[in-house]
């Protein structure tokens, strides 16, 4: 969503004298709600149509549920069969599917016509509750707004980057931390205008420069803020969220495992779903419990969502995960912020400025359709997405200053940003000087 949008008020006064304005605020509602659909419209397409991804809506169409793949529900190895034998399933034996020890992925094999929701609730039925889930669709940070908070913006006289970068040029020495998002943009690493990105590496995203599709560049910016609390730090963007910026969890949790054989110390995410029923992700319950768990040390930082309720956002309402909100310049928290008891801390995740590819980028969302952007090496952007490699750029610098582990790092910062937290947020961190 713009933050021409992001902003407007919903109780603005009117010209009579201080009144809330209904009228703005059914406005305000009505060009969220268009933001979100076409968002949606958007995923499916990029997923390949409606045969690979499905939403489930609210009943009053304002909100979506959740996203996940038709014709796949997940389990536990240990449940599996019961499952396939209850609904009428079968066991996918291609080797990527079955690469998460612990979870089996299931194909449908009953009548097309019956959907994922209604299957699943058959086995809450005759099985229990969370036997089996939706294959749900992950993405960055939404939905609500099922992208950063903004399409990119132009940065004007913004200083770049911002926030800046500290001066402890040696923050992050010896530290590595994988950026699991939509791949890296190379030219940034050599280019003038983003100096702090070198010797950055990662996975290629293809992008055309003379149309930069949505939430292409996502990766690099996020490599960038990490870069600027931990400028010596080591960074590498794996590229597992190519496709419109979303990925099926039983995908990306072996992702995630591959992304582990490179022994990060951080892995910062800003990618997440709500879910079936508000259950945890599956795939991400057996990912802590069969790898990440025995990862000694590793943090995986991860983004809270964009939607601005309380509802939670998965993986980051795990409480293995260090669970990043967005809050504003003036350090009120940001109104497209997720919160709630779940969200370990807060931090920048407004106007955001650093490095994105060289090209012109046309807005697809409601009011700016249509509208052509250029840049030349740097972009303005909001959402949760930029304050967690903030957060994990502080973890790095951390470590590196003190000789300890991500998690110690971890730990320390997240009792500093409780008794900094400020009244009606929480536990707060900000930018190194």
Same mark, same amino acid.
């Given at each position: ?9 919903? +109780?603005?006064?009117?010209? &009579? ?43 009053? =169409? ?8 038709? &014709? ?15 609904? !009428? ?10 690469? #998460?020890? !612990? ?10 016509? +019956? ?14 509750? !969370? ?45 590595? @931390?994988?950026?699991?998002? +939509? &791949?890296?943009?190379?030219?940034? /690493? ?62 990306? @949790? ?18 997440? *779903? ?29 983004? /809270? &969502? %964009? ?16 669970? @990043? ?6 350090? /009120? ?19 955001? @400025?650093? /490095? ?6 046309? *807005?697809?969302?409601?009011? %700016? ?26 973890? $790095? ?5 003190? =000789?300890?582990?991500?998690?110690? $790092?971890?730990? #320390? ?10 009244? !009606? ?7 190194? %000087?």
């Amino acid at each position: 969503m713009d933050s021409s949008t992001n902003a407007a008020s919903d +109780t603005g006064p009117d010209e &009579g004298g201080g009144k809330p304005d209904p009228h703005a605020a059914e406005e305000r509602e009505r060009l969220q709600e268009a933001v979100l659909r076409e968002q949606v419209a958007y995923l499916i397409k990029a997923l390949g149509g409606p045969e690979y991804a499905a939403a489930v809506w609210s009943e009053d =169409g304002r909100r979506v549920e959740y996203l996940y793949r038709p &014709g796949f529900i997940l389990a536990r190895d240990e449940h599996w069969r019961d499952v396939a034998d209850t609904v !009428g399933a079968e066991r996918l034996d291609d080797e990527r599917s079955q690469r #998460q020890r !612990g979870l089996t992925v299931l194909r449908v094999t009953t009548d097309a016509d +019956t959907s994922v929701p209604d299957i699943l609730a058959r086995v809450d039925r005759e099985l229990g509750l !969370g036997k089996a889930t939706p294959d749900h669709i992950m993405f960055v940070t939404g939905p609500g707004r099922l992208c950063p908070a903004t399409e990119p913006e132009e940065p004007g006289t913004s200083p770049a980057p911002h926030p800046g970068i500290t001066t402890d040029l040696g923050a992050g020495t010896d530290v590595f @931390v994988s950026v699991v998002d +939509t &791949g890296w943009w190379p030219p940034a /690493a050599t280019d003038p205008a983003s100096p702090w990105l070198a010797g950055v590496d990662g996975d290629p995203e293809t992008i055309d420069l003379d149309h930069i599709h949505p939430y292409a560049g996502h990766g690099t910016f996020i490599a960038g803020v990490v870069r600027t609390q931990a400028p010596a730090a080591e960074v590498r963007v794996e590229g597992f969220l190519p496709t419109g910026g979303a990925a099926y969890e039983s995908e990306m @949790v072996v992702q995630l495992g591959e992304a582990l054989a490179w022994s990060p110390d951080i892995i910062s995410l800003s990618a997440g *779903c709500p879910t079936r029923d508000e259950l945890p992700l599956l795939s991400f319950e057996v990912f802590w419990e069969q790898r990440l768990r025995h990862q000694k040390g590793t943090v995986l930082v991860a983004a /809270a &969502g %964009n939607d601005g309720h309380r509802r939670p956002f998965w993986p980051a309402a795990f409480p293995w995960t260090v669970s @990043v909100g967005a809050i504003d310049a003036d350090g /009120a928290r940001a109104d497209f912020s997720n919160f709630g008891s779940w969200v370990d801390v807060y931090a920048l995740g407004t106007d955001l @400025v650093n /490095a994105y590819p060289t090209g012109t980028f046309f *807005c697809h969302e409601p009011p %700016n359709a249509g509208d052509e952007r250029t840049f030349t090496g740097i972009a303005r952007w909001s959402g949760t997405s930029f304050s967690t490699p903030l957060v994990s750029g502080l973890i $790095a610098a951390r470590m590196s200053r003190h =000789g300890i582990s991500a998690r110690k $790092a971890a730990d #320390q910062l997240l009792a500093e940003a409780a008794t900094a937290g400020r009244r !009606g947020v929480g536990p707060t961190l900000y930018p190194a %000087n």
